[in-house]
């Protein structure tokens, strides 16, 4: 098909030539040139023709006049840009002095001045120089003014700085023309101040920006809302910030944990135990688990046969089983503590689980047991040898650590196995 094309070019561009030269031929034109007694008689045809072939000529030979300052600039501009890849090459592998040196000889060709300078003020950031940082960065604001500002608060906040970080950024987030990254610096700067409420606000543009993956956001949005909320002063700010959250918000694990463990400080522990309870329906967390033990004293024996209920759906939880074990402790029915935690410690060890089986060892007034489980828990802690409890201590002949199958059903009634 492309040579069909080519072929039906090449006929009409062979076609218009043929009237033109028919055309032309039929009255060529004349141009006369005289200058000081100097005459030259040609054809408008010819004219044009010796036009074209001056124009290269001078064309030409100002190339060939601008050829040794065109090789040192091409060479200055390749230099440039491997001394920018060198640097940051160097910023990535942590030669921050490398990295530094190089970018700012990179900063020298205009148009790699802007990306160099941020580059290099990153570098000195790194290195704990931040008052060179902040003199490239002010040198890069003249390229680059927006990206300047928001590591400008980036290295603000790395220095102790985070009001000054703040109110940096506060006018372009005012005004809602903050960058995504500055977006984040606010959020992180505004926390480390304790303006929670300015850190919320940073959320959302965060969100739609989509600049952090999901995962990042989550980890944010966790901080920031744990950290607002165990900021509340009483039950009845605390409740009026929850209530202002989106569903969203509502939902995640760590917010549900913080506004819980706050309820409960402030003695609002049946609004705790309904927000867990209803998370715990939503999808099953180890860490509102936890929570749900450490709720006060209030309605315990409730919530712990609430607790053994889930066991029946989760008999392989180290931390359900943990949650039951304390909560046996403080009702002190230490013949259903023991088997709880025993069962956790065989399923995953943890310096939790340690420590809650000496306090049933030391309610029943077995302290040498009891100090035993506190050092595990201590050896534990410290990465040590922890050692075992006498197996006739333990509540049975041998502990079976065999994880206990549950049945579950697809969506089309298929018996499967939990994961």
């Given at each position: 098909m492309n040579l069909w094309r080519w072929i039906l070019l090449l006929v009409a561009v062979a076609a218009i030539a043929a009237f033109g030269w028919h055309w032309v031929a039929e009255d060529p034109g004349y141009v006369l040139i005289q200058l000081r007694g100097w005459q030259a008689e040609m054809s408008v045809v010819a004219a044009t023709v010796a036009l074209l072939v001056a124009w290269g000529?001078?064309?030409?030979?100002?190339?060939?006049?601008?050829?040794?300052?065109?090789?040192?600039?091409?060479?200055?501009?390749?230099?440039?840009?491997?001394?920018?890849?060198?640097?940051?090459?160097?910023?990535?592998?942590?030669?921050?002095?490398d990295a530094e040196r190089?970018?700012?000889?990179?900063?020298?060709?205009?148009?790699?001045r802007g990306p160099?300078?941020?580059?290099?003020?990153?570098?000195?950031?790194?290195?704990?120089?931040?008052?060179?940082?902040?003199?490239?960065?002010?040198e890069a604001g003249?390229?680059?003014?927006?990206?300047?500002?928001?590591?400008?608060?980036?290295?603000?906040?790395?220095?102790?700085?985070?009001?000054?970080?703040?109110?940096?950024?506060?006018?372009?987030?005012?005004?809602?023309?903050?960058?995504?990254?500055?977006?984040?610096?606010?959020?992180?700067?505004?926390?480390?101040?304790?303006?929670?409420?300015?850190?919320?606000?940073?959320?959302?543009?965060?969100?739609?920006s989509g600049a952090l993956g999901a995962k990042n956001y989550a980890a944010l949005e966790a901080q920031v809302l744990a950290a607002s909320l165990r900021a509340a002063p009483d039950g009845a700010v605390l409740n009026q910030l929850w209530s202002q959250l989106p569903?969203?918000?509502?939902?995640?694990?760590?917010?549900?944990?913080?506004?819980?463990?706050?309820?409960?400080?402030?003695?609002?522990?049946?609004?705790?135990?309904?927000?867990?309870?209803s998370a715990l329906?939503?999808?099953?967390?180890?860490?509102?688990?936890?929570?749900?033990?450490?709720?006060?004293?209030?309605?315990?024996?409730?919530?712990?046969?609430?607790?053994?209920a889930w066991l029946d759906t989760h008999p392989n939880d180290p931390y359900l089983l943990i949650t039951l074990g304390r909560m046996c402790v403080?009702?002190?029915?230490?013949?259903?503590?023991?088997?709880?935690?025993e069962r956790s410690l065989a399923l995953k060890p943890t310096a939790e689980a340690w420590e809650a089986l000496g306090d049933a060892y030391a309610g029943e007034g077995d302290d040498a047991l009891a100090r035993q489980c506190y050092r595990n828990a201590l050896a534990f802690h410290r990465g040590a040898t922890v050692t075992p409890l006498p197996q006739d201590k333990l509540h049975g002949p041998r502990l079976d650590t065999r994880p206990v199958a549950v049945e579950e059903r697809s969506e089309h009634g298929v018996p499967r196995l939990r994961e």
């Amino acid at each position: 098909m492309n040579l069909w094309r080519w072929i039906l070019l090449l006929v009409a561009v062979a076609a218009i030539a043929a009237f033109g030269w028919h055309w032309v031929a039929e009255d060529p034109g004349y141009v006369l040139i005289q200058l000081r007694g100097w005459q030259a008689e040609m054809s408008v045809v010819a004219a044009t023709v010796a036009l074209l072939v001056a124009w290269g000529v001078l064309t030409a030979a100002w190339r060939l006049a601008r050829w040794p300052f065109g090789a040192l600039s091409r060479r200055h501009r390749r230099v440039s840009r491997q001394r920018l890849g060198d640097g940051l090459v160097a910023l990535m592998e942590g030669r921050h002095g490398d990295a530094e040196r190089d970018l700012n000889r990179a900063s020298r060709l205009d148009t790699l001045r802007g990306p160099a300078l941020l580059a290099s003020a990153e570098a000195a950031s790194r290195r704990g120089e931040h008052g060179r940082a902040l003199e490239a960065l002010a040198e890069a604001g003249q390229s680059a003014p927006r990206a300047a500002r928001v590591l400008r608060a980036r290295v603000l906040r790395r220095d102790g700085k985070a009001a000054e970080a703040v109110a940096l950024l506060a006018p372009e987030a005012d005004a809602g023309t903050l960058s995504p990254g500055g977006w984040r610096e606010l959020a992180i700067a505004s926390l480390a101040t304790g303006d929670y409420r300015r850190a919320r606000e940073a959320l959302e543009p965060i969100q739609k920006s989509g600049a952090l993956g999901a995962k990042n956001y989550a980890a944010l949005e966790a901080q920031v809302l744990a950290a607002s909320l165990r900021a509340a002063p009483d039950g009845a700010v605390l409740n009026q910030l929850w209530s202002q959250l989106p569903k969203t918000q509502r939902r995640a694990p760590a917010a549900i944990d913080a506004y819980a463990r706050a309820a409960a400080g402030f003695g609002m522990v049946l609004p705790a135990m309904d927000e867990v309870e209803s998370a715990l329906r939503r999808e099953w967390s180890p860490q509102l688990i936890e929570t749900y033990g450490m709720l006060g004293d209030d309605n315990l024996d409730a919530r712990l046969r609430r607790a053994e209920a889930w066991l029946d759906t989760h008999p392989n939880d180290p931390y359900l089983l943990i949650t039951l074990g304390r909560m046996c402790v403080r009702l002190k029915l230490w013949s259903k503590a023991h088997p709880y935690l025993e069962r956790s410690l065989a399923l995953k060890p943890t310096a939790e689980a340690w420590e809650a089986l000496g306090d049933a060892y030391a309610g029943e007034g077995d302290d040498a047991l009891a100090r035993q489980c506190y050092r595990n828990a201590l050896a534990f802690h410290r990465g040590a040898t922890v050692t075992p409890l006498p197996q006739d201590k333990l509540h049975g002949p041998r502990l079976d650590t065999r994880p206990v199958a549950v049945e579950e059903r697809s969506e089309h009634g298929v018996p499967r196995l939990r994961e």
